[in-house]
Structures are given as structure tokens and as C-alpha cells.
């Protein structure tokens, strides 16, 4: 079956702890996207990559790292210098990152919960 | 500025008609999307539609939209609990990545 994977599903971290979130697709997809979703909020975009090897900052990147040394790999570093990291981080992915005047169909893993004690 | 609102919270009886609602302020949206989100688990994509568009139906699901006023609704017919979830209006605009931009869900909630 093609899809997104995430693992873990809960995590926990200490303070002052990196911590690194997974998520993988073999969907054959160049684009990839890693969201933060909070109580009562929508998704905020945090990293995403057109194509292997480059990734772009989205609209809350600070405290956060990402790589893409595979297509099928998006790993999401949270580092300490986040200041809030409790949050549902998702990974998502599109066939390709839409030029202007095409529809953007992102497909969604199930998500990490991360709690920070 | 980008802004996509919705209510927060709707009650249908099952077997009743539910509608969504969603505004949006950047007329230059593109395409309009409704993503479902189950407990705990990511988002699907229910459908979208394009902004030169009025209505579009994908069988129990009817998207409406008035894009003189920027609103935009989900029609979900004959609701049943399987529906019960938070329902995200997302939009993604003209001009250089179009990154989505999402609502912050209405919690959709069927009932007997």
C-alpha cells in the first residue's frame, strides 16, 4: 500500500532534548511537508522541500531542522531552542510543489504527538 | 492578509443535511480546499474546488462558492456519525509557492 508513515506515534521529550520525528513516503512524491497543528488552530507550515536535497523555511521554521537526502525521507529535527514544542506535528506530502495555478494536493501521515515534560 | 476563518463547532442530527462554513479574505485565492481530520489521525482531503468555480458535488459532498463575499461551504448530505470530525477549510493563493493556509476546523459532532 502506498502511503506516509510517521513514526512515533507519542513521543515525549525533556526539556532542553533534541528529539527527531519520522516520516517517510513511497508514493513517489518530489514534494514533502512537515506542519504543526495546535488545539483550536489550523495547521502552520513549518519546513518544506521541492526536491531531494533543498528545503525551504515555512511560516514558523525557528527551533526547528529538516533534511531531504532521500525523495522518500523528511525527518523533522525539534530542537531545544524551540521554546513551545508540545504540539501534533504532521508530515505531508504532493506529487510536486504546484506552480502558480495548480492545486496543491497534499497527502497527510498520521501524525506524531510530541508532549515535552 | 491571508485569513481563513470558520466556526468552531456544529451539531447535526443523523440523516440531516450539515453545512460548513469557511471565509477567506486574499482574493487571490486559487483553489479551495476541505481536508476531514479523524481523532488522532492526519488529514484527507475531501475536495477542492477552483475559484472560477461556483459548485462543485462529489456525491454526498456539494462545495459552494461565492467568491464575490469569500465564503465558501461543505454541503455533507444524509450526515452520518462516520462523518464526526474536525472539518479544515485551507486555500492557496496566486503568485510563487502556493502554500496552503488553513482555518482552524469546525468540530463536527453527529448525533442520534
Known amino acids: 500500500d502506498g502511503g506516509i508513515t510517521q513514526s512515533p506515534k507519542y513521543l515525549f521529550r525533556k526539556e532542553g532534548q533534541n528529539v527527531t520525528l519520522s516520516c517517510e513516503q513511497n508514493?513517489?512524491?518530489?514534494?514533502m511537508y512537515w506542519y504543526r497543528q495546535d488545539p483550536g488552530q489550523g495547521l502552520r507550515l513549518i519546513y518544506y522541500?521541492?526536491?531531494?536535497?533543498?528545503?525551504q523555511k515555512g511560516d514558523i521554521a525557528e527551533g526547528y531542522s529538516v533534511s531531504r537526502e532521500k525523495k522518500e525521507s523528511f525527518p523533522l529535527t525539534v530542537t531545544s531552542a524551540q521554546k513551545n514544542p508540545t504540539a501534533f506535528y504532521l508530515c505531508?506530502?504532493?506529487?510536486?510543489?504546484?506552480?502558480?495555478?495548480?492545486?496543491?494536493?497534499?497527502?497527510f501521515g498520521p501524525g506524531t504527538r510530541l508532549t515535552v515534560l | 492578509g491571508e485569513d481563513v476563518e470558520q466556526s468552531l463547532f456544529l451539531s447535526v442530527r443523523e440523516g440531516d443535511s450539515s453545512v460548513i462554513n469557511c471565509t477567506y479574505t486574499?482574493?487571490?485565492?486559487?483553489?479551495l480546499y476541505w481536508y476531514k481530520q479523524e481523532p488522532g489521525a492526519g488529514l484527507q482531503l475531501l475536495t477542492y474546488?477552483?475559484?472560477?468555480?461556483d459548485m462543485k458535488q462529489d456525491q454526498r459532498l456539494t462545495v459552494l462558492l461565492n467568491k464575490k463575499d469569500k465564503h465558501l461551504s461543505l454541503r455533507i448530505a444524509d450526515t452520518q456519525t462516520g462523518d464526526s470530525a474536525i472539518y479544515f477549510c485551507?486555500?492557496?493563493?496566486?503568485?510563487?509557492?502556493?502554500?496552503?493556509?488553513f482555518g482552524a476546523g469546525t468540530r463536527l459532532a453527529v448525533h442520534p
Open positions: 505531508a506530502s504532493s506529487i510536486e510543489v504546484p506552480s502558480s495555478g495548480g492545486a496543491d494536493e497534499q497527502f
Open positions: 508514493l513517489n512524491h518530489d514534494a
Open positions: 522541500s521541492q526536491i531531494v536535497n533543498d528545503f
Open positions: 486574499d482574493s487571490s485565492s486559487t483553489y
Open positions: 474546488i477552483f475559484s472560477n468555480m
Open positions: 485551507a486555500e492557496t493563493l496566486s503568485g510563487g509557492y502556493n502554500k496552503l493556509i
